[in-house]
């Protein structure tokens, strides 16, 4: 069976009415949830990073009920300069959902969804953790959008602002929680809602963002869900090789064989692509809908695919477990070689069609993927590489000195590899943390290849690591579902609990600070 | 007495020479301290304020050892923006002391004074804290310079810098500390001082620029010494008649009857200005060296010198006891009407002189009153101001709707009254802080006008407030004198045990960490 259905469905910017509602309702969560942007580590490319909630070469917008109400806040374009053009302001986009508040009276909490790489719209709808929980906690839900994304464009379309250079710079973290600061405080003053508790929730970058404005603003946030936030993936805190380690670890679990198969498969590529029409017969055998320019361009696709398939190894479907099924021989094609098996692999997890579009996993007319380039060659700089034979991938290390080049021919200015480890910090987290800071939330599934550069041990007793084996990525802020394993039902429930803690202590507090 | 000892001594920009250390250590310290820039809060004036160390009508470098090293690091203009303008560097001076340092591979501490608002120089040799406390726990002393202030100015000279608004945007407090963040990590690599605990040192508006500091990078310093540090002085958490309520609790406590003279003489003041030839006459009285334009510059004299009085009432003379002694008849003049007693208190605090500077308090040329203007200005936004008959001062409310106007006239930019609060908190702080942060000192003294504002219950266990019921201004943190009073004595004794016990810590912490 495939994992990919009606893909010719998805159109961009859905509007949301109740006919979508239904349609999209009737996919395989999964559909929204298969992610990427392709691309290894390379010494000479910027790599590109999959660190998105779902798949962007399937921008549909996940429809939401009419509770859901949509707002713009005026908000500064630049907060650490008073330059006259610092003042500039560009509509932000948020959403809120009144529906379970409690009230300001109570003092009835805000759970805050902090918006990531994407328009808001995209994961509206998917991040269920919110409106699943709001009800037991009276808890008001409002979602805020990334600057830069969506609705939320300082100067233009999001093409103007970001091929302009004086534009661009202001599309970084640090303003960007600074928005978030801005923009909370301006709710809870216009709602009068003075001693309601917030909780910031975030997923993957959203959910490094969480987690760092628990530490830059706790006299906003109360606390913080970071789920799947790589946090420690910058400078040298993290092996490079982290993430494909995981997902060879994930394929080597799921089966040997099919790991044997695809560890074998990068040179026999190679050797088929040296010969005469050797890129034909490539694109022949891999049914790409063009004709491949170079054997690069399919080992990127492959390498999307197998990375994919293991940041989103969902437990409805297992994508891994299907392309290695397709790989091992329980795909449509009987294949036998190893090209063929691979192909079986790419056939199990796409299904079966005329054809195969190698740039399935980067799509450059998407936001997600433009954006995030801009930010991780400015900012967000992981270094993620690897080895020789450290993985069931060719060696591609990362080599800083070329990223920086390259990052500097695209965009004109340096990244600054480790601006953050400097302003949110990351090494000795625990040495530096455990008499510091409380109540955050770093929530893994062991599965996600950016669990290598995630939290996996409790800092202290109230920062928390909640970390599932059988887990992949984000799994635990999406809606939760019937069909969702134990593991997931008790990792969300013990994430309520802690949640529940840290509002009961607060509202303590709040008794004895008020008398 | 005089309190203003040989003032034609003072030159600027001293260079620093065992000569000069001679003659500078022969005065009063009080020399170094007594503080100022004038000018109560007034609706359509811009308030200056004194926040500073010392008195910048006398801005001398104070002569350090030469154990005290120079050095500089290119430092980022912007650390908030990836513009290619944000790239520029500039030059940030700072001065090492490696005498007493235990070195890297026993991790022995750094101690670090963050620069407020003025040349470094201004305050190396004052600040004794470091120096007194560094053999004791074998620290390594580094003091940084402030963005913009002394030798640490981006563009040219400091006059340059602030007259272009494109340039003076970067001059402010999140840009400031993130320079002591990468200058501080620089160091510690270049040291390879990874272990080594950095205790951050500062006093007023460096003192906030400390608690920040540990708040917004408890990754680069374990503790903070946030000494007369009026962190909670911004929005609507303190009263705004704070400052000139301990003025006048000062004046009061030393003198009832010079109390009274103070708060009877504005009227008087104004009874005669309004009269013919009222101001030649006040002018006379009070031995203006010019002739007085209007009865406000008088006023504002008075109101800084009562004001700097009670900030830097040290307890080897006591400013305030002096200048009531000259008001209540122990003055050299023997003036029995409310004029003639007022005056009596300037000759008290001055000396006798052939003339009266009624701009002594507001020396347009200094860059700490340059500088800080802006700062209030832009984001050091202090409301202070009083009613009517709520202190002894007349009636100046602050009007923020003014206030605002009137740095908009003279900066082109809207000041942000609520960015510090927005970016560094102060409401609820015991609420907020109680189960998140460590390890800070917010050090005060009582009879401190600042120390409103400031915090002065302990917040957890180890964010503490160490207060002095006699103390003023940033005493603490000024080299330890035999004359010192044993409270003062007791208080820095009680905050180096305090930083003893964070260390200790630390290097337990350490050692677990290490295993």
């Given at each position: 069976?495939?994992l990919i259905?009606?893909?010719?469905?998805?159109?961009?910017?859905f509007?949301?009415?109740?006919?979508?509602?239904?349609?999209?309702?009737?996919?395989?969560?999964?559909?929204?949830?298969?992610?990427?942007?392709?691309?290894?580590?390379s010494?000479?490319?910027i790599?590109?990073?999959r660190t998105?909630l779902?798949?962007p070469a399937?921008?549909?917008?996940?429809?939401?009920?009419e509770?859901?109400?949509?707002?713009?806040?005026?908000?500064?374009l630049?907060?650490?300069?008073?330059?006259?053009e610092?003042?500039?302001?560009f509509q932000q986009?948020?959403?809120?959902n009144?529906k379970?508040?409690?009230?300001?009276n109570?003092?009835?909490?805000i759970?805050?969804y902090?918006?990531a790489?994407?328009?808001l719209?995209?994961?509206?709808?998917?991040?269920?953790?919110l409106?699943?929980?709001?009800p037991q906690?009276?808890?008001?839900q409002?979602?805020?959008?990334?600057r830069?994304y969506?609705?939320?464009?300082?100067?233009?379309?999001?093409?103007e602002a970001?091929?302009?250079?004086?534009?661009?710079?202001?599309?970084?973290?640090?303003?960007?929680?600074t928005?978030?600061?801005?923009m909370?405080?301006?709710?809870?003053?216009?709602?009068?809602?003075?001693?309601s508790?917030?909780?910031?929730?975030?997923?993957?970058?959203?959910?490094?963002l969480?987690?760092?404005?628990?530490l830059?603003?706790?006299?906003?946030?109360?606390?913080a869900?970071?789920?799947?936030a790589p946090?420690?993936y910058f400078?040298?805190?993290?092996?490079q090789?982290?993430?494909?380690?995981?997902?060879?670890k994930?394929?080597?679990e799921?089966?040997?064989?099919c790991?044997?198969?695809?560890?074998?498969s990068?040179?026999?590529?190679?050797e088929?692509a040296?010969q005469?029409?050797?890129?034909?017969?490539?694109s022949?055998r891999?049914?790409t809908?063009?004709?491949?320019?170079?054997?690069?361009?399919?080992?990127n696709?492959?390498?999307?695919?197998?990375?994919?398939?293991?940041?989103?190894?969902?437990?409805?479907t297992?994508?891994v477990?299907?392309v290695?099924?397709g790989?091992?021989?329980?795909g449509a094609?009987?294949?036998?070689d190893?090209?063929?098996?691979?192909?079986?692999?790419?056939?199990a997890y796409?299904?079966?069609?005329?054809c195969?579009?190698t740039?399935?996993?980067?799509?450059?007319?998407?936001?997600?993927?433009?954006?995030?380039q801009?930010?991780i060659?400015?900012?967000?700089?992981?270094?993620i590489?690897?080895g020789?034979?450290?993985t069931?991938?060719?060696?591609a290390?990362?080599?800083l000195s070329s990223f920086?080049?390259?990052?500097k021919?695209?965009?004109?200015?340096f990244?600054r590899?480790h601006?953050?480890?400097?302003?949110?910090?990351?090494?000795?987290?625990?040495l530096?943390?455990?008499?510091?800071?409380?109540?955050?939330?770093?929530?893994?599934g062991?599965r996600?290849?950016?669990?290598s550069?995630?939290?996996?041990e409790?800092?202290?007793?109230?920062?928390?690591?909640?970390?599932t084996?059988?887990?992949s990525?984000?799994l635990?802020i999406?809606?939760?579902?019937?069909?969702?394993?134990?593991?997931?039902v008790?990792q969300?429930k013990r994430e309520?609990?802690?949640?529940?803690n840290?509002?009961t202590?607060?509202?303590?507090?709040l008794?004895?600070?008020k008398?």
């Amino acid at each position: 069976m495939s994992l990919i259905q009606k893909q010719n469905h998805c159109s961009k910017n859905f509007s949301m009415n109740s006919a979508t509602t239904l349609l999209l309702r009737s996919f395989p969560l999964f559909f929204f949830l298969i992610f990427s942007t392709p691309l290894p580590a390379s010494p000479n490319k910027i790599p590109r990073l999959r660190t998105f909630l779902r798949d962007p070469a399937n921008t549909i917008s996940a429809s939401v009920s009419e509770d859901y109400e949509t707002f713009f806040y005026t908000q500064t374009l630049d907060h650490f300069n008073y330059r006259p053009e610092s003042y500039a302001t560009f509509q932000q986009k948020y959403v809120i959902n009144f529906k379970y508040w409690g009230g300001a009276n109570t003092s009835a909490p805000i759970f805050a969804y902090l918006g990531a790489e994407a328009p808001l719209s995209n994961d509206l709808g998917i991040i269920g953790f919110l409106s699943d929980t709001a009800p037991q906690f009276k808890a008001l839900q409002v979602y805020i959008e990334h600057r830069y994304y969506g609705e939320s464009v300082p100067f233009g379309t999001f093409e103007e602002a970001l091929k302009n250079e004086s534009i661009r710079g202001y599309f970084n973290s640090a303003q960007a929680i600074t928005d978030y600061a801005e923009m909370l405080l301006y709710l809870k003053k216009n709602l009068s809602a003075n001693y309601s508790p917030i909780i910031v929730v975030g997923g993957s970058y959203g959910g490094m963002l969480a987690s760092w404005f628990r530490l830059k603003y706790p006299h906003i946030a109360l606390g913080a869900v970071a789920s799947s936030a790589p946090i420690l993936y910058f400078d040298d805190i993290t092996p490079q090789n982290g993430y494909y380690s995981i997902v060879t670890k994930d394929f080597k679990e799921a089966s040997e064989s099919c790991y044997e198969t695809i560890r074998q498969s990068w040179s026999v590529i190679d050797e088929v692509a040296s010969q005469l029409n050797g890129l034909s017969i490539l694109s022949q055998r891999f049914k790409t809908c063009a004709k491949l320019n170079t054997s690069v361009e399919l080992k990127n696709y492959l390498d999307s695919l197998y990375a994919t398939a293991a940041q989103y190894n969902e437990p409805s479907t297992y994508p891994v477990t299907v392309v290695c099924g397709g790989i091992d021989g329980g795909g449509a094609s009987q294949e036998t070689d190893v090209l063929g098996r691979v192909f079986s692999g790419v056939v199990a997890y796409f299904g079966n069609r005329s054809c195969y579009d190698t740039n399935y996993f980067n799509d450059p007319s998407d936001e997600t993927n433009v954006g995030f380039q801009w930010q991780i060659c400015s900012e967000m700089v992981l270094p993620i590489g690897r080895g020789n034979n450290d993985t069931m991938f060719p060696a591609a290390p990362f080599n800083l000195s070329s990223f920086i080049e390259d990052c500097k021919s695209s965009y004109g200015v340096f990244p600054r590899p480790h601006w953050v480890t400097t302003y949110y910090g990351g090494h000795d987290i625990k040495l530096v943390l455990q008499r510091f800071a409380s109540n955050i939330i770093f929530s893994n599934g062991l599965r996600d290849p950016y669990s290598s550069g995630g939290v996996l041990e409790d800092i202290s007793d109230s920062v928390l690591a909640v970390s599932t084996v059988n887990g992949s990525h984000c799994l635990d802020i999406l809606s939760a579902k019937q069909s969702d394993p134990q593991w997931l039902v008790m990792q969300r429930k013990r994430e309520v609990k802690i949640i529940e803690n840290w509002i009961t202590k607060y509202y303590e507090d709040l008794l004895l600070f008020k008398k």
